[in-house]
């Protein structure tokens, strides 16, 4: 089971249109991601972590090629289908973190858990849980207008693992916050990623994210110009 | 999960106080506006009913086409044969000759010379017989200003505006200079037993309300009138019953082709109130749908400025693994709740404002001075039944029309789309 494929993507070509040219962020992509892996897309500003991020998770489609998750390709689904995919399998953190501003913290980390249609007790159990692995206990009831950088991000994480899903696609999550926070929420992801086996996708170029890594992918315009296995990551000891 | 949507929806005044209050207001409108015309409608109906056109109207043929000549030589005879007729024919509604004619009204001094004069347009009526039901119908006890009704044959009344400019008082003796039927001058004298006032613009000026059977006496008219009207009980114009009676009674007279012979026509073929409910009627179909495109419009406009914070949380929620016709739903049930919410806001407020103008109503008899049309001069709401319903096609349908179009942005774009725009 260690060495399961989660995703696969063939080939994979992403164009935008630009003016009258078509503008490529993602070009011959051809790529592959395990059960377990704590893996980074780094690269320069606009070579394309966001686009993969955003293709890997069918919110994006892409122009050409093919991509797997779960063994579904992705391309072929419905609407209806590809959200049900991402409501099981993957967990989505933000950047700008996105939690939902009407809705208090324990809110929303639930809401992924009403869209699986989880029995009330069950809910309950699993919110908390979130909630205490990301250590918000104390801020159930507080609104995201009342957090700060790192506690946004970490409810974010919380939301993203509620459900215990197999992948986590992250956007930047240390993007907006301190080196103390940085760290913290790496410490925490990776402690997830060995204690439930799930699998974390980054895209970043944050250095402090880079020390973090088992794998590291790097795009340059569009193209992954090195995969790495990153033996013995500093800094996974300090914890 | 419906009722975590609902928690939201309560907790974000951009999604419903305001989109509520909007409704509401544009609601009100259409329920205020709704009720206004129909009191208008009602108003002018049925003073155009009692004053002038009845329900029905009977001329002769050559009358009925110059009606506003006031031709008395063209007036109906044998009206003792015809009434009766009407009555045994169609017995469910009221029968009535009147007579109008135009004159001078004159008020000589002590030696019998001219002191002052002046024109008036006269209406003559059953006054005198015991339970006539023109004095109600005329409602002549309410308009009363000074003095009381005519009670013996001989009296009239007159407008008290019409009394106060020509400086004359009660019981004074009045000589009315007209021509009769024939041609020839009719010269009567009345005694001024009592001064009206209709709140009715033309009708205030210089009208002149006599007993029928005194003008058939002046006017040279034994057994004549200008015209029978008839009128349904309690006032209400029934279109249909009014046609029906108006095909079957010229049925009769169809092939006579006699100039005085008479011929019916309803409240509706009368040039003045016909066109103006015509015009009503169409004017509130156009309003109604003008507003249904502006408060879409307007709300749609609400909802595409907070649609950037919108598209944030839909996307998140796509992320999150919502499906995009989840989403859709929840929107529309969103406008359906808000549109619902603000309509019944709406309804109430605009019943309220109506039923203000409805026991209040609004003095316009400024606006009037020139008019010739019989226009009430305060015009009032009234409540119709279909005003408790009326603002729901506004604020029902432009708010989930909008949302139905605007949300179609949710399937157009790509998911990471949406989050891009909240980014930026
Ligand atoms: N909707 C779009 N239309 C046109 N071009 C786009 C669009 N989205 C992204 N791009 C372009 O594609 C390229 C890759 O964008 P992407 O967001 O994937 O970069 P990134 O590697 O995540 O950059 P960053 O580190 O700044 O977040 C960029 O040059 C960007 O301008
Ligand atoms: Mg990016």
Redesign the pocket.
Known sequence: MEDQILIATERLVKH???GKHL?T?LNDITITFKSREFTGLV??????????LNIIGALDSPTRGLVRVMGQDTGTLSHKQAARLRSIYLGFTFQTYNLLPVYTVYENVEFPLLLLDMAPAQRKKAVLQALEWVGLMDKQKSRPSQLSGGESQRVSIARAMVKAPKIVLAD?PTANLDAANSHNILQMMIKLNEELGTTFIF?S?DDKVIGYLKRKIT?TD?KVVEDARMDLPEGRNTC | MIRFLVKGLLRDPNRSVFPVLIVGAGVMITVLFYCWVLGVREDITRTSAVLDTGHVKITTKAYGEIPGQMPNDLALSGIGRLVPELFRDCPEMDWVPRIKFGGLLDFPDDKGETRVQGPVLGMAVDLLTPGSTEVRRLNLAGAIVRGRLPEKPGEILVSEEFAEKLGVDLYETATLISATATGGMAVQNFILAGTVRFGIGVMDKGTLIADITDIQYALDMADSASEILGFFPDMNFDEVRALGEKTRFNAVYENIRDEFSPVMTTLKDQSGPGEYLDWVDRWIFIFIFVFILVMSIVLWNTGLMSGIRRYGEIGVRLAIGESKGHVYQALIGEALATGMAGSILGTFLGLGFSYYLQEVGIDISGMLQSAAILFPNILKAKIGSGAFYIGFIPGLGATVLGSLVSGISIFSRETS?LF?ELET
């Open positions: 935008y249109p630009m503008f962020a690269g320069p500003s606009g070579s394309g972590k966001t686009t993969l930047e895209a170029h795009l569009g | 789309q891009k």
